[in-house]
C-alpha cells in the first residue's frame, strides 16, 4: 500500500474516532461522503455531524440547501424514535416559530421595487432588476417536519415546509411602526433608547415577540 494511502486511511480513521455521540448521520452532508467528526448543528430537533467547521458554518447559514443530503437519516431517526428506543443522545428543541420562534431568517428587500426579494433576484449582493442596493429583512421561520414517500426521497424534496411571517419592528417608546427597521419615524418628542434604537420586533403572525403563539 502506498504512502498516500496510507495516510487516507488513518485521516478516515481518525475522523471516524473523533465523530460526536448522538449525530444521526455517518457522512457529512455538506462533502457528502465525507466522514463525520467532532463538529455538530441542531436541525429540526436532530444532531448532525459534519466533518469541519467549514462545512458546519455553510450548513448553519443555509440548512435547506443541503437538507437532501440527510433527508434519509431524518427519516431513519424519526423511525427508531417512533420504535420506542430512546435516541443516543437528547437533542435540543427545534426552532418552532410562527411562532415561538428562536432564530430568525434573514432575507432582502428591494426599495425601488418595492418587493421581497429570493435568492434568484439577487445577484452580487445587487437586485437583478433595478441594481440597487437591497435592503437586509427578517423573517420569523418554522420548519414544519412532513413524511416523505422512497421516491420523494430519492427526487431530493426536503422533509419539511415553510412557515413563515414578516418581522417589523416598533418603537418602544413612542408606538411609531414601519415595515422596515430603517424607515421607523419616531414621534418629535420621543427620546428613543441609544441601545438598538429603542426598537422591538414584532412578527407578523403572532403580533408580538418573542414569538408565541398562546399567551403565556
Do not use: W
Not at 444521526?24 to 455538506?30: D, F, H, L, S, W
Not at 443555509?62 to 423511525?79: H, L, S, T, V, Y
Amino acid at each position: 500500500m502506498s504512502k498516500i494511502r496510507i495516510l487516507a486511511a488513518l485521516l478516515v480513521l481518525g475522523s471516524i474516532a473523533m465523530a460526536p455521540d448522538g449525530a444521526i448521520n455517518k457522512t457529512c452532508p455538506v462533502k457528502v461522503g465525507t466522514p463525520i467528526a467532532g463538529p455538530t448543528s441542531v436541525f429540526m430537533g436532530k444532531t448532525i455531524g459534519f466533518c469541519c467547521n467549514n462545512c458546519k458554518g455553510a450548513f448553519d447559514a443555509n440548512p435547506a440547501k443541503f437538507a437532501g443530503a440527510i433527508a434519509a437519516d431524518m427519516k431513519a431517526a424519526d423511525a427508531k424514535k417512533s420504535d420506542g428506543k430512546p435516541d443516543a443522545k437528547p437533542a435540543k428543541p427545534m426552532p418552532n416559530g410562527p411562532c415561538d420562534c428562536k432564530k430568525i431568517a434573514k432575507g432582502y428587500y428591494c426599495v425601488t421595487d418595492k418587493r421581497e426579494l429570493t435568492l434568484d433576484d439577487v445577484r452580487n449582493g445587487m437586485c437583478k432588476r433595478c441594481e440597487g442596493k437591497p435592503l437586509q429583512i427578517e423573517y420569523c421561520l418554522k420548519l414544519v417536519p412532513k413524511t416523505l414517500s422512497k421516491q420523494q426521497i430519492k427526487d431530493g424534496m426536503l422533509p419539511y415546509d415553510e412557515d413563515k411571517a414578516r418581522i417589523s419592528y416598533e418603537c418602544e417608546t413612542c408606538g411609531a411602526k414601519a415595515e422596515l427597521e430603517t424607515e421607523v419615524k419616531h414621534k418629535p418628542d420621543c427620546k428613543p433608547k441609544t441601545i438598538g434604537g429603542g426598537l422591538k420586533k414584532v412578527c407578523a403572525k403572532s403580533g408580538k415577540f418573542p414569538h408565541a403563539t398562546d399567551d403565556k
